[in-house]
Protein backbone atom coordinates (compact mmCIF):
# COMPACT_ATOMS: atom_id res chain seq x y z
CA UNK A 1 0.00 0.00 0.00
CA UNK A 2 1.24 3.93 -0.74
CA UNK A 3 2.32 5.98 1.97
CA UNK A 4 -0.61 8.60 0.39
CA UNK A 5 -3.04 5.70 0.40
CA UNK A 6 -2.22 4.98 4.08
CA UNK A 7 -2.39 8.65 5.13
CA UNK A 8 -5.78 8.70 3.54
CA UNK A 9 -6.99 5.56 5.79
CA UNK A 10 -5.35 7.22 9.02
CA UNK A 11 -6.70 10.28 7.93
CA UNK A 12 -10.51 8.95 7.98
CA UNK A 13 -9.58 6.89 11.16
CA UNK A 14 -8.77 10.06 12.91
CA UNK A 15 -11.76 11.67 12.08
CA UNK A 16 -13.92 8.75 13.18
CA UNK A 17 -12.22 8.46 16.20
CA UNK A 18 -12.46 12.56 17.08
CA UNK A 19 -8.75 12.98 17.40
CA UNK A 20 -9.08 16.45 15.04
CA UNK A 21 -5.44 18.06 16.75
CA UNK A 22 -3.31 15.00 15.68
CA UNK A 23 -5.24 15.37 12.14
CA UNK A 24 -4.10 18.59 11.94
CA UNK A 25 -0.50 18.40 13.32
CA UNK A 26 0.39 14.54 11.63
CA UNK A 27 2.02 15.69 8.81
CA UNK A 28 4.39 17.96 10.69
CA UNK A 29 4.94 15.77 13.37
CA UNK A 30 5.82 12.90 11.12
CA UNK A 31 8.61 15.10 9.37
CA UNK A 32 10.12 16.40 12.53
CA UNK A 33 10.39 12.77 13.77
CA UNK A 34 11.70 11.49 10.84
CA UNK A 35 14.53 14.30 10.89
CA UNK A 36 15.30 13.88 14.27
CA UNK A 37 14.94 9.74 14.23
CA UNK A 38 12.64 9.85 17.03
CA UNK A 39 11.76 6.60 18.54
CA UNK A 40 8.26 5.40 17.73
CA UNK A 41 7.15 5.73 21.08
CA UNK A 42 7.92 9.21 21.35
CA UNK A 43 6.26 9.69 18.13
CA UNK A 44 3.08 8.70 19.48
CA UNK A 45 3.17 10.01 22.67
CA UNK A 46 3.73 13.28 21.23
CA UNK A 47 0.21 13.09 18.83
CA UNK A 48 -1.70 11.94 21.85
CA UNK A 49 -0.16 14.39 24.42
CA UNK A 50 -1.74 17.22 21.53
CA UNK A 51 -4.50 15.55 21.09
CA UNK A 52 -5.08 15.50 25.64
CA UNK A 53 -4.44 19.02 25.87
CA UNK A 54 -6.63 20.20 23.21
CA UNK A 55 -9.51 18.48 24.17
CA UNK A 56 -8.62 19.28 27.98
CA UNK A 57 -8.78 22.78 26.95
CA UNK A 58 -12.19 22.53 25.13
CA UNK A 59 -13.69 20.90 28.26
CA UNK A 60 -12.29 24.21 30.45
CA UNK A 61 -13.59 26.39 27.96
CA UNK A 62 -17.07 24.82 27.19
CA UNK A 63 -17.39 24.62 30.98
CA UNK A 64 -16.60 28.03 32.18
CA UNK A 65 -19.03 29.17 28.79
CA UNK A 66 -21.98 27.39 30.31
CA UNK A 67 -21.33 28.27 34.64
CA UNK A 68 -23.01 31.16 34.58
CA UNK A 69 -19.73 33.36 35.64
CA UNK A 70 -20.25 36.53 35.39
CA UNK A 71 -16.54 37.10 34.13
CA UNK A 72 -13.34 35.15 33.78
CA UNK A 73 -10.96 36.63 36.07
CA UNK A 74 -7.86 34.98 37.65
CA UNK A 75 -6.05 35.43 40.70
CA UNK A 76 -3.07 36.60 38.77
CA UNK A 77 -5.15 39.81 37.87
CA UNK A 78 -5.80 40.15 41.08
CA UNK A 79 -4.06 43.72 42.69
CA UNK A 80 -3.41 42.39 46.54
CA UNK A 81 -1.09 45.91 46.94
CA UNK A 82 -5.20 47.37 46.33
CA UNK A 83 -6.51 45.77 49.84
CA UNK A 84 -3.55 45.68 51.99
CA UNK A 85 -5.57 44.72 54.87
CA UNK A 86 -6.91 41.18 53.00
CA UNK A 87 -4.68 38.27 54.19
CA UNK A 88 -2.96 37.61 50.71
CA UNK A 89 -1.79 34.23 52.40
CA UNK A 90 -4.90 33.22 53.54
CA UNK A 91 -6.31 33.91 49.94
CA UNK A 92 -3.98 32.41 48.20
CA UNK A 93 -4.38 29.23 50.08
CA UNK A 94 -7.44 28.84 49.13
CA UNK A 95 -6.08 28.00 45.55
CA UNK A 96 -4.56 24.89 46.86
CA UNK A 97 -8.72 23.76 46.12
CA UNK A 98 -8.47 21.41 49.20
CA UNK A 99 -11.62 23.31 51.03
CA UNK A 100 -13.34 21.60 47.81
CA UNK A 101 -12.06 18.21 48.84
CA UNK A 102 -13.36 19.00 52.37
CA UNK A 103 -16.26 20.08 51.14
CA UNK A 104 -15.88 23.60 52.91
CA UNK A 105 -17.97 26.51 52.42
CA UNK A 106 -15.99 30.21 51.32
CA UNK A 107 -17.48 33.38 52.39
CA UNK A 108 -16.43 36.58 51.14
CA UNK A 109 -17.68 39.65 53.02
CA UNK A 110 -17.83 43.18 52.90
CA UNK A 111 -19.06 46.18 50.61
CA UNK A 112 -19.22 46.37 47.21
CA UNK A 113 -16.08 46.44 44.82
CA UNK A 114 -13.51 45.55 47.33
CA UNK A 115 -13.09 42.30 44.98
CA UNK A 116 -15.54 39.77 46.18
CA UNK A 117 -16.80 38.30 43.16
CA UNK A 118 -13.53 38.47 41.47
CA UNK A 119 -12.12 35.87 44.47
CA UNK A 120 -14.99 33.72 43.84
CA UNK A 121 -14.94 33.69 39.89
CA UNK A 122 -10.84 33.10 40.05
CA UNK A 123 -11.68 30.19 42.61
CA UNK A 124 -14.32 29.07 39.96
CA UNK A 125 -12.05 28.82 37.05
CA UNK A 126 -9.19 27.25 38.78
CA UNK A 127 -11.92 24.80 40.15
CA UNK A 128 -13.19 24.09 36.99
CA UNK A 129 -9.31 23.91 34.90
CA UNK A 130 -8.83 21.24 37.61
CA UNK A 131 -11.56 18.82 36.70
CA UNK A 132 -14.36 20.20 39.54
CA UNK A 133 -17.93 20.53 38.31
CA UNK A 134 -18.67 24.57 38.73
CA UNK A 135 -21.51 26.50 38.92
CA UNK A 136 -22.49 30.20 39.31
CA UNK A 137 -25.73 32.46 40.18
CA UNK A 138 -26.84 35.09 42.45
CA UNK A 139 -28.81 35.10 44.99
CA UNK A 140 -31.99 36.69 43.20
CA UNK A 141 -31.66 34.34 40.31
CA UNK A 142 -31.17 30.84 42.91
CA UNK A 143 -34.01 32.05 44.65
CA UNK A 144 -36.03 32.18 41.14
CA UNK A 145 -34.93 28.60 40.18
CA UNK A 146 -35.85 27.15 43.55
CA UNK A 147 -39.44 29.05 43.71
CA UNK A 148 -39.70 27.42 40.05
CA UNK A 149 -38.37 24.50 40.83
CA UNK A 150 -40.82 24.40 44.05
CA UNK A 151 -43.67 25.11 42.07
CA UNK A 152 -43.30 22.40 39.46
CA UNK A 153 -43.03 20.12 42.68
CA UNK A 154 -39.61 19.52 40.83
CA UNK A 155 -36.65 18.43 43.70
CA UNK A 156 -34.09 19.64 41.36
CA UNK A 157 -31.45 17.19 42.97
CA UNK A 158 -30.38 16.70 38.86
CA UNK A 159 -29.76 20.74 38.81
CA UNK A 160 -26.24 21.98 38.50
CA UNK A 161 -26.72 24.26 40.98
CA UNK A 162 -27.39 21.40 43.62
CA UNK A 163 -24.79 18.76 41.75
CA UNK A 164 -21.71 20.66 41.16
CA UNK A 165 -18.87 20.44 43.19
CA UNK A 166 -18.92 23.91 43.44
CA UNK A 167 -21.47 26.57 43.59
CA UNK A 168 -21.36 30.42 44.08
CA UNK A 169 -23.83 32.32 45.27
CA UNK A 170 -23.00 35.72 44.43
CA UNK A 171 -24.81 38.90 46.42
CA UNK A 172 -26.34 37.71 49.19
CA UNK A 173 -28.35 40.28 51.17
CA UNK A 174 -28.49 42.53 48.04
CA UNK A 175 -32.52 42.05 47.84
CA UNK A 176 -34.27 41.02 51.19
CA UNK A 177 -36.00 37.52 50.39
CA UNK A 178 -39.56 36.38 51.66
CA UNK A 179 -39.98 33.97 54.48
CA UNK A 180 -40.83 31.47 51.64
CA UNK A 181 -37.63 32.12 50.09
CA UNK A 182 -35.72 31.68 53.57
CA UNK A 183 -37.45 28.40 53.65
CA UNK A 184 -36.09 27.60 49.96
CA UNK A 185 -32.50 28.90 50.49
CA UNK A 186 -32.16 27.18 53.68
CA UNK A 187 -33.04 23.54 52.38
CA UNK A 188 -30.35 24.41 49.47
CA UNK A 189 -27.52 25.61 51.70
CA UNK A 190 -28.78 21.78 54.12
CA UNK A 191 -28.90 20.17 50.89
CA UNK A 192 -25.01 20.78 50.29
CA UNK A 193 -24.01 21.21 53.89
CA UNK A 194 -21.06 18.02 53.99
CA UNK A 195 -21.46 17.25 50.55
CA UNK A 196 -19.98 19.86 48.68
CA UNK A 197 -18.46 23.16 48.47
CA UNK A 198 -20.35 26.87 48.34
CA UNK A 199 -18.79 30.32 48.03
CA UNK A 200 -21.13 32.94 49.03
CA UNK A 201 -20.67 36.65 48.99
CA UNK A 202 -22.18 39.58 50.72
CA UNK A 203 -22.08 42.84 51.11
CA UNK A 204 -24.22 42.32 54.81
CA UNK A 205 -22.56 41.30 58.19
CA UNK A 206 -23.80 38.16 59.51
CA UNK A 207 -25.22 40.18 62.11
CA UNK A 208 -27.44 41.81 59.21
CA UNK A 209 -28.88 38.49 57.99
CA UNK A 210 -31.18 38.43 60.11
CA UNK A 211 -32.82 41.39 59.42
CA UNK A 212 -32.99 40.68 55.41
CA UNK A 213 -33.97 37.30 56.15
CA UNK A 214 -36.76 37.96 58.39
CA UNK A 215 -36.67 34.78 60.49
CA UNK A 216 -34.19 34.85 63.11
CA UNK A 217 -34.71 31.00 63.44
CA UNK A 218 -33.86 30.13 60.08
CA UNK A 219 -30.83 32.74 59.46
CA UNK A 220 -29.65 30.20 62.61
CA UNK A 221 -29.96 27.22 60.78
CA UNK A 222 -28.97 28.45 57.72
CA UNK A 223 -25.82 29.99 59.15
CA UNK A 224 -25.15 27.11 61.30
CA UNK A 225 -24.92 24.76 58.39
CA UNK A 226 -23.13 27.61 56.39
CA UNK A 227 -20.38 28.11 58.77
CA UNK A 228 -19.78 24.85 60.38
CA UNK A 229 -16.85 23.92 58.09
CA UNK A 230 -16.17 27.36 56.35
CA UNK A 231 -13.36 29.88 55.79
CA UNK A 232 -14.50 33.32 55.99
CA UNK A 233 -13.20 36.13 55.00
CA UNK A 234 -14.08 39.47 55.69
CA UNK A 235 -12.53 42.08 53.10
CA UNK A 236 -12.28 45.86 54.61
CA UNK A 237 -11.30 48.01 52.13
CA UNK A 238 -11.74 50.49 48.99
CA UNK A 239 -13.84 49.98 46.11
CA UNK A 240 -12.10 49.41 43.35
CA UNK A 241 -14.12 50.44 40.59
CA UNK A 242 -13.84 53.70 42.28
CA UNK A 243 -10.73 53.68 42.01
CA UNK A 244 -10.46 52.88 38.28
CA UNK A 245 -13.50 55.64 37.96
CA UNK A 246 -11.07 58.22 39.77
CA UNK A 247 -8.09 57.39 37.79
CA UNK A 248 -10.04 57.75 34.64
CA UNK A 249 -11.59 60.76 35.33
CA UNK A 250 -8.56 62.07 35.72
CA UNK A 251 -7.27 60.80 32.39
CA UNK A 252 -10.07 62.57 31.42
CA UNK A 253 -9.75 66.10 33.54
CA UNK A 254 -5.86 66.54 32.11
CA UNK A 255 -7.51 65.40 28.57
CA UNK A 256 -9.60 68.77 28.45
CA UNK A 257 -7.21 70.73 30.32
CA UNK A 258 -4.20 69.73 27.78
P1 LIG B 1 -17.51 43.05 44.56
O1 LIG B 1 -18.03 41.74 44.11
O2 LIG B 1 -16.81 43.02 45.88
O3 LIG B 1 -18.54 44.15 44.51
P2 LIG B 1 -15.89 42.82 42.18
O4 LIG B 1 -15.15 41.58 42.49
O5 LIG B 1 -17.01 42.69 41.20
O6 LIG B 1 -16.39 43.52 43.52
O7 LIG B 1 -14.85 43.92 41.69
C1 LIG B 1 -15.26 45.03 40.89
C2 LIG B 1 -14.31 45.16 39.71
O8 LIG B 1 -13.03 45.52 40.17
C3 LIG B 1 -14.12 43.86 38.95
O9 LIG B 1 -13.90 44.18 37.60
C4 LIG B 1 -12.86 43.27 39.58
O10 LIG B 1 -12.17 42.44 38.68
C5 LIG B 1 -12.08 44.51 39.92
N1 LIG B 1 -11.29 44.36 41.14
C6 LIG B 1 -11.72 44.43 42.41
N2 LIG B 1 -10.71 44.32 43.28
C7 LIG B 1 -9.59 44.18 42.54
C8 LIG B 1 -8.20 44.04 42.86
N3 LIG B 1 -7.75 44.05 44.13
N4 LIG B 1 -7.33 43.90 41.83
C9 LIG B 1 -7.76 43.91 40.55
N5 LIG B 1 -9.04 44.06 40.18
C10 LIG B 1 -9.96 44.19 41.16
MG1 LIG C 1 -19.89 41.29 43.37
Known amino acids: MSDSLILERV ?18 VI ?14 DELLDEEVA ?11 RISGLPFIKTIDEFDFAFQPKLDRQKVMSLFDLTFIQYKQNVIFLGPPGVGKTHLAVALAVKACQSGFSIYSTTMEDLIKKLKKDH ?3 RRGKGRSYYKSALVIVDEVGYTPITREECNLFFRFIANRYEKASTIITSNKAF ?10 IIVTAILDR ?12 KSF ?10 IDMNGTEG
Open 11 to 28: EANLTRLRLPRISQILQA
Open 31 to 44: KTAEEKSKSHLAFL
Open 151 to 153: ESN
Open 207 to 216: SDWTEMFHDP
Open 226 to 237: LLHHSIVLNIRG
Open 241 to 250: RLKEKTEKEL
Open 54 to 64: QKEQRRVETNL
